[in-house]
């Protein structure tokens, strides 16, 4: 089986991705598209994939317009799928909105281990940049998955506790830590904020 480059990437006129497409000679490119889809937009795909037909795949995946967790879901385990196939995926941000380009980009951050680069280009000019991984989520296992039984629902502490084996103290500890870190709603009822949705992808 040979390895594929994959170039998951936002769009709209398609300046930047034809740039892209140039240099990172994808072998095939899935592009990011919301729902109602802009003129703009549908009329770069089409030329994209008439352009390029026979060269390589290209691909729309439909996305939330400003939902940043429900964004890095979709776009996470389409990364897990392409790395699962044993191909390369790189992301590329440029264009479309900003708030689809930050959900591909924590999506990255998210799947570091598995995707290769990540690209911005230049307005100016035709310069891609090399975005690095800078974000560490300072995460253990067991509070991903607390946070992750959360998010499926589960809101009795009791019940998480069980789950995971868990003492009551430890319990309490992470409560405590994932408040004061952002990731759980300062509350009485176990409530994820946006952070912590997107952590618990």
């Known amino acids: 089986m040979n390895k594929k480059r994959v170039v998951i990437s936002t769009v709209f006129s398609g300046r930047a991705i034809k740039i892209a497409i140039k240099n990172l000679k994808p072998d095939k490119l899935i592009l990011l598209v919301d729902d109602p889809i802009h003129a703009t937009k549908e009329e770069t795909i089409n030329e994209l994939k008439d352009k390029f037909k026979g060269i390589f795949d290209v691909e729309t995946m439909k996305t939330s317009l400003y939902d940043i967790p429900e964004i890095m879901k979709k776009v996470t ?5 392409e790395y699962e196939k044993g191909n390369e995926i790189v992301l590329h941000i440029t264009e479309g909105r900003k708030i689809t380009s930050l959900a591909v980009l ?5 799947r570091k281990n598995k995707v290769s680069k990540s690209y911005y280009v230049e307005e100016e000019g035709d310069k891609m940049l090399p975005l690095p991984v800078i974000v560490k989520f300072d995460i253990n296992d067991n509070q991903k998955r607390f946070l992750q039984e959360i998010e499926r629902g589960v809101t009795d502490a009791n019940k998480i506790m069980q789950k995971l084996n868990i003492k009551q103290s430890a319990l309490y500890k992470y409560i405590k830590e994932l408040k004061e870190e952002g990731y759980l709603e300062d509350s009485k009822e176990l409530r994820l904020t946006e952070l912590g949705k997107i952590i618990s992808i």
Request: charged share 40%; no cysteine; aromatic share 20%.
């Open 106 to 110: 924590f999506s990255g951050y998210s």
């Open 77 to 81: 385990k389409k990364i897990d799928e």
